[in-house]
Every structure is written in structure tokens, then in C-alpha cells.
């Protein structure tokens, strides 16, 4: 009986029918239990962005800083997964219930939440997560999320992680800090930058799509179709990168080492 509960509440939230969720809830379907495959529904509702579904989950006791670990794509922490994706309004929910911004995902051994914003170039998250405490330097083999959003040319998120106490000296395993990043992408195209980067095959139709961003940056996004399969790849850029160099050249000390280019 538990199992079969299990299993239509996991198909009710893939199917975003907050309603069914509540019913189900009501019946006695663990908020908590995943399926057979690993797949928790809190982490299922989160990195779909059914903020209505987190909240039921969450209010039914589910626990915000359980691992989903179903097959890659429903695999991780129900915070990353809406970071990632910058579902601001699950990311206060799951805050809200106690999550731990700083948390990584793969047993403590990957990303956090902030990590996976500044990335994506999700400002509103980043902002709720520094709000939330979130360490704004905390780094995966060295690259911090300062290094993300430069790479990325995200100008919003630079902002406000230098705003939160950033550091913007430190440095990857290369030596490079986060202005060296954005130096080497200022004034070049980001749509042949990620042309570049997709190494598009024969065949491979591409699709690109400008649209105005957080910060006063142009979003960037490439889609790659090939025949006869359904969907596509996606590449993303920001074209803060040359306002990311001069913000960042205002910590004269960043540079200490480097060539001064």
C-alpha cells in the first residue's frame, strides 16, 4: 500500500497536480519516501519549480536537505535543484522550512546552492541565498561562484556577491581570479563564443535567442537541433564580461601576480 502511494504521489507531482499531491497526502503518502528508482518528490517538485507541491510537501514534514537519488536528472539536494534552475519561489520555500544554503550536493562533495545560481546566472536566487547566509566563497576545486558569474558575464550576480562579502582575490588552480575570467571573454561575441563551445556537427541546425537580462546584460542562448531528435542542447552566455573586468579592477589587489592585463 505504502509503495502504490508512493508511486502515485511521485506521478502527481511530475504532472505539476498540486490538488492530487494534497490528496494523497491526506491518504497517508509519505512526503519523504522516494520511488523505486531513488527520486524523492520534494526534489521531483523542486527542480520543476511547483513551488504550490514544495510547499504541501514540506508542510506534510518532508525534509528540505534529503538527497534525491534517482537516475542523473533527479539526482541531488531539493535547494540546488531549484537554484540551479533559478525557481526563486521554491528556493524561499525550501529556505523558509530550514534548508541549509550552504549544503552541498553528492554527499557533501559537489556543488552548493549558490554555486548552481551564480552559474546560471540567477541573480533573484543568489540574492536569496547571501540573504540566507549562504557562504559567498565557498568553492568547488577552487572555483567560487564569484568565478562562476564572471565567467558566465553576469554582471547582477557579480554585483552582489562582491555586495555580500565575495572575495574577489582568490584564485582557481591556475592561478586566475574571477577578473581574469571575465578579461579573457570582455569584447569578444558570446553568440560565436558559444558557437565555439557547442562545436556544432553536420546537420545541426542552430537556434539563437537574444533577450535582455538582470544587470543590463544580454542573455545569449544557443540551441542546437539535430535531425529527427526531439528537443535540443543548450548553450548560455551573458554579455557582462568588459563591466565585470572594471568592477572587479577596483580591488587593485586582484591583480597581484598577474601580468596586469
Known amino acids: 500500500m505504502a509503495g502504490a502511494l508512493t508511486r502515485r504521489l511521485i506521478t502527481a507531482v511530475y504532472e505539476g497536480r498540486s490538488r492530487k499531491v494534497e490528496t494523497l497526502l491526506q491518504r497517508g503518502a509519505s512526503p519523504c519516501a522516494a520511488d ?4 524523492t518528490p520534494l526534489y521531483l517538485a523542486a527542480v520543476s519549480g511547483h513551488t504550490e507541491i514544495v510547499r504541501l510537501l514540506l508542510e506534510a514534514g518532508a525534509t528540505p536537505d534529503t538527497e534525491s537519488r534517482g537516475q542523473p536528472g533527479s539526482a541531488g539536494l531539493p535547494l540546488c535543484a531549484a537554484a540551479s534552475w533559478g525557481h526563486d519561489e521554491v528556493v524561499r520555500e525550501l529556505l523558509a522550512h530550514g534548508a541549509d544554503p550552504d549544503r552541498r550536493e553528492d554527499d ?65 588552480a591556475l592561478g586566475r581570479t ?30 539563437v535567442r537574444r533577450t535582455p537580462h538582470a544587470g543590463g546584460t544580454e542573455l545569449v542562448e544557443l540551441t542546437l537541433r539535430a535531425p529527427g531528435r526531439p528537443g535540443g542542447a543548450v548553450w548560455v552566455g551573458e554579455t557582462g564580461h568588459a563591466a565585470i573586468v572594471a568592477l572587479l579592477e577596483e580591488f587593485p589587489s586582484a591583480c597581484a601576480g598577474s601580468d596586469g592585463r
Open 178 to 207: 574571477a577578473r581574469h575570467m571575465a578579461r579573457e571573454l570582455s569584447g569578444k561575441d558570446i553568440e560565436s563564443e558559444l558557437r565555439r563551445k557547442a562545436n556544432a556537427g553536420p546537420g545541426v541546425r542552430c537556434e
Open 36 to 39: 523505486e528508482s531513488g527520486e
Open 108 to 172: 557533501g562533495t559537489a556543488h552548493t546552492p549558490l554555486l548552481w545560481a551564480a552559474g546560471g546566472g540567477h541573480h533573484g536566487t543568489a540574492v536569496l541565498l547571501l540573504t540566507a547566509h549562504a557562504d559567498p566563497d565557498a568553492a568547488l576545486h577552487g572555483h567560487t561562484p564569484l568565478m562562476a558569474a564572471a565567467s558566465r558575464g553576469s554582471t547582477a550576480v557579480v554585483r552582489t556577491l562582491l555586495h555580500h562579502g565575495a572575495d574577489p582575490h582568490r584564485t582557481d
